[in-house]
């Protein structure tokens, strides 16, 4: 049965997400002004696993059963996503806006939906690459080459890590578009206990990881507590739970949309309350990537 025509609330839903995920690098960016890169990813993913944990269990789904195949087969998805889109890209993110501003870190994100076409090409049945998508593909990898090119290497504040940074931020968008990639393919039956599984286990492999390099956090009450918890409870939890409802009553094509939405809200947000200032290389390239985007789910169903 095909998902029904969007509604308002499907909209307003849709917009709040994209502006919840596109502040998160703004938040990022104030969290690791006072903790370190892996315990704000320690923090937020335990914070949003203890919420999601408890609606996945009010929901009456719980957590997946470790005691039948398909539970068992679920858990190894859920280890690969608390891998992938949870403990690796969130510390990627951090480590490299100690270095980059949280509008670049946002821009790069509008390629995570390009990297899923070939690996969709390669792992999904029925999602092959067509001319469209590849003609989607190349303009697209033009600003991303804009974006990360060795000519943006010269715009360089001068901190010799900035280029490292720099590929962090695309590397994290590797690993979305992986983790995407594995959200389809997963045999769960709720998303909410599915990510509930990805959230516990990058929490647990993040908690011990960030005491052990970092130590145990001086925790105050100030702006970076603030963004902490912000990260933890709204683009991690929350959005979880807004993304369910959007997919069930709207359909994926249409979640989809949001793709366009997060690096703009991003680069708002970073230049408007951190006063930051974005090179015109920059918003060249996010026309390109977005219009690369456009042309691959042009005419989709």
């Known amino acids: 049965m095909s998902p029904a025509q969007p509604t308002a609330t499907n909209w307003t839903f849709l917009l709040i997400l994209g502006v919840i995920w596109g502040a998160s690098f703004m938040a990022s960016k104030l969290a690791i002004n006072d903790y370190g890169p892996m315990t704000v990813t320690a923090a937020r993913l335990g914070i949003a696993a203890v919420i999601l944990i408890a609606a996945s269990y009010y929901r009456g789904t719980g957590l997946p059963d470790v005691t039948t195949r398909e539970g068992r087969i679920v858990w190894l998805y859920c280890i690969a996503l608390g ?12 480590w490299a806006q100690l270095r980059v501003t949280s509008g670049f870190a946002g821009v790069t994100m509008a390629a995570v939906p390009l990297l899923v076409l070939p690996l969709a090409h390669l792992l999904v049945p029925g999602e092959q690459m067509t001319l469209r998508k590849v003609l989607g593909f190349a303009i697209g990898f033009t600003g991303v080459f804009v974006l990360i090119g060795p000519a943006t290497f010269l715009q360089t504040s001068g901190d010799i890590m900035e280029p490292w940074a720099r590929i962090a931020c695309l590397g994290a968008a590797s690993c979305y578009a992986t983790g995407t990639i594995m959200m389809r393919m997963n ?3 709720s998303l909410v206990a599915f990510s509930a599984g990805g959230l516990s286990v990058g929490s647990l492999a993040m908690i011990p990881t960030a005491l052990y390099f970092e130590g145990i956090p001086d925790i105050h009450f100030n702006t970076s507590l603030v963004a902490v918890l912000y990260l933890g409870i709204l683009p991690t939890a929350v959005s979880t739970l807004l993304l369910v409802q959007i997919i ?6 249409f979640m989809s949309l949001v793709n366009y939405q997060v690096p703009v809200w991003a680069v708002i947000f970073g230049i408007v309350l951190l ?3 974005l090179p015109p290389s920059f918003l060249t390239a996010l026309g390109l990537i977005l219009g690369g985007l456009a042309i691959s789910q042009f005419g989709r169903t």
């Open 275 to 277: 006063n930051e200032s």
């Open 187 to 189: 045999p769960a039956k």
């Open 83 to 94: 891998v992938f889109t949870n403990a690796v890209p969130f510390s990627l993110l951090n």
């Open 248 to 253: 069930r009553s709207a359909g994926p094509s």
